[in-house]
């Protein structure tokens, strides 16, 4: 059974978990066996395109330690196999574009979705 | 159809949004269409089940608390349990345990267990079909 | 037939994003996919006769089956008189019925 994860909120909980909840939940499931393909949607795509680690947020005199890494985790499902694509209107219509993705995220346009979302068993929108 | 189980993934805590009830309607009227029921409960989520959820009087409303009877969704899951029982479904529920620990909501009621992404996965995996409910 | 079945709980009024899941919809029909959208929440506020939008007389024209939640329009005080053409309004159930039917069931 495939599975397409559709992760489309993004920056909702870098802070406060250190991580984005549906990408950590993505490699924590195939670590289990499952059989997932990943669509960032929306607001998303700009996870596509990120380089750096989060800055450290200070509240207080509390500081935090460990920022998100979204780079580290798109790279750890890149090299769990698991396909990783990204819509290039929705790139688009924020102001990036395909030459600004990280290697091996695959850009795909309206025509190539409809196809992605026959060839899975089911989606899952996040 | 042999496979008549169906698994939901849930993300939204108690008294916050519409999601909820929606959800709670839709495990409902599975129970309803004969299917067996298991639910990986995500996020805040974890918290639907938390035992200690109290109900409160409403001095707006001019209600005390057993007047006022203010839905707690501890109750409404106890309440698909007995369904489910009376019906001969199995409804099967786990908290993302995590999650759970970072709310401080461990106290769950009795059936609702504590768990991992996997148990999303074992769920789905034998499941005829299965429906996410993201959080907004 | 397995198609698919959208749960749609954004609104058009307020998410922006409602106006691409249409076209994904359109495009999936336009593949000769069956395909439904059951509109609970406040995506039903835009159901009613009247409204400025015929995103639902587009979807009907491209054989979509629109559904409304029939509690979200009690709720919302919405009659099924007053309902724009082509929503028909329903219960949960649809959502289980698809589901068993095997449907890919993708919430919004």
Redesign the interface.
């Known amino acids: 059974m495939k599975i397409l994860q559709i992760v489309e909120q993004a920056f909702r909980t870098l802070v406060e978990e250190q991580d984005d909840t549906i990408l950590w939940l993505t490699q924590s499931m195939a670590g289990a066996g499952a059989n997932l393909e990943v669509l960032l949607s929306g607001n998303a795509v700009y996870y596509a395109v990120m380089k750096n680690r989060q800055p450290a947020v200070k509240i207080g005199d509390w500081v935090q330690q460990e920022p998100a890494d979204i780079p580290s985790d798109l790279g750890r499902i890149l090299e769990q196999d698991i396909p990783v694509y990204v819509l290039k209107h929705e790139l688009e219509e924020r102001g990036l574009n395909v030459d600004m993705l990280r290697p091996s995220i695959k850009p795909i346009d309206r025509t190539q979705l409809v196809s992605l979302y026959k060839q899975v068993d089911q989606v899952w929108q996040w | 159809?042999e496979n008549?189980k169906?698994t939901f993934?849930f993300?939204d805590p108690p008294f916050e949004n519409?999601?909820t009830i929606?959800f709670f309607?839709?495990v409902d009227?599975?129970l309803?269409?004969g299917?067996d029921v298991q639910v990986f409960a995500?996020?805040g989520a974890a918290a639907l089940a938390f035992a200690l959820q109290k109900a409160h009087g409403n001095s707006v409303h001019h209600r005390d608390a057993e007047e006022e009877a203010h839905p707690l969704t501890k109750d409404w899951i106890a309440a698909l349990q007995k369904k489910a029982e009376r019906l001969g479904r199995q409804l099967d529920w786990v908290n993302c345990g995590l999650c759970v620990d970072e709310r401080g909501v461990n106290e769950s009621i009795p059936g609702c267990k504590r768990g991992?992404?996997?148990d999303?996965?074992?769920y789905?995996?034998s499941s005829?079909?299965?429906?996410?409910?993201?959080?907004? | 037939m397995k198609g698919y079945l959208f749960i749609q709980s954004q609104d058009q009024f307020y998410d922006a994003r409602t106006s691409a899941q249409y076209k994904l919809v359109v495009s999936l029909a336009e593949a000769k996919e069956s395909v439904s959208i059951l509109l609970v929440q406040n995506a039903v506020l835009a159901t009613r006769k009247g409204v400025e939008s015929n995103i639902y007389a587009d979807l009907n024209q491209h054989n979509i089956q629109v559904y409304a939640d029939e509690l979200s329009l009690k709720q919302r005080e919405i009659s099924p008189e007053e309902l724009s053409d082509g929503i028909k309004p329903v219960k949960i159930d649809v959502v289980i019925d698809a589901m068993l039917n095997g449907d890919k069931v993708v919430w919004w």
């Open positions: 159809m008549k169906l993934a993300m519409e999601r929606t309607r839709i009227a599975a309803d269409g299917a995500y996020e991992s992404p996997a999303l996965w074992r789905a995996s005829f079909n299965t429906l996410v409910i993201g959080t907004r």
